[in-house]
Nanobody, 118 residues
């Protein structure tokens, strides 16, 4: 059974940092990346960052230069380092699998809350 478990969320003041973790367990067919999304109250879920199997990353413009993804393949873990946090970064953060095959099941984690106060 596949599970994605996020952790590392919390409450910080503006300008602070947090590092989120997403641990994957179970067999995930043809996965070639892992992304981070977030959803703020009353807003749609939005893309934040993605890290591909080769280590390359892409970040949303809203977080570019402040957030970055990394991975530890030995631990089946992906990280999201968040620096210079702003109140508008407040949201539930989710990790999501990406696959090179079109018929693979996509998995989401349960989310972790990040709250940034001004």
């Amino acid at each position: 059974q596949v599970q994605l478990v996020e952790s590392g969320g919390g409450s910080v003041q503006a300008g602070g940092s947090l590092r989120l973790s997403c641990v994957a367990s179970g067999y995930i067919r043809c996965r070639n990346g892992m992304s981070w999304y977030r959803q703020a109250p009353g807003k749609e879920r939005e893309f934040v960052s993605i890290i591909w199997s080769d280590g390359t990353t892409n970040d949303a413009d809203s977080v570019k230069g402040r957030f970055t993804s990394s991975q530890d393949n030995a631990k089946n873990t992906v990280y999201l380092q968040m620096n210079s946090l702003k109140p508008e970064d407040t949201a539930i953060y989710y990790c999501k699998t990406h696959h090179w095959c079109s018929d693979a099941q996509v998995y989401w984690g349960q989310g972790t809350q990040v709250t940034v106060s001004s």
